[in-house]
């Protein structure tokens, strides 16, 4: 069982950075990966970055590739995510997920954090 609460999200001017933060919560977490993940509006939810809660192996949808940054923080006990350059179309609702290491399914789900980038 795991829980996760997103936050950081809101309004940039494109150009702008931004950190969204997952709090993850629960009980031998090191058998979790945790993702970030996507949806604009009238799309499908799209895959961002993950990690390992152990903080190794961070991967990357190709077009977030040099942009986005997925990291650990131990001592907030998040997994962070770093988004530079924004631009219009990254504007969606970002959520993050969490999946054990046994299973290929994303089964715990935050609620989402709104980011808007304007030109």
């Known amino acids: 069982q795991v829980q996760l609460v997103e936050s950081g999200g809101g309004l940039v001017q494109a150009g702008d950075s931004l950190r969204l933060s997952c709090a993850v919560s629960g009980r031998t977490l090191s058998s979790y990966a945790i993702g970030w993940f996507r949806q604009a509006p009238g799309k499908e939810r799209e895959f961002v970055a993950a990690?390992?809660?152990?903080?190794?192996?961070?991967s990357y949808a190709d077009s977030m590739k040099g942009r986005f940054t997925i990291s650990r923080d131990n001592a907030k006990n998040t997994v962070d995510l770093q988004m530079n350059s924004l631009k219009p179309e990254d504007t969606a609702v970002y959520y993050c997920?969490?999946?054990?290491?046994?299973?290929?399914?994303?089964?715990?789900w935050g609620q989402g954090t709104q980011v808007a980038a304007s030109s």
């Open positions: 990690i390992w809660w152990s903080g190794v192996g961070p």
């Open positions: 997920a969490a999946r054990l290491r046994s299973s290929t399914t994303w089964s715990y």
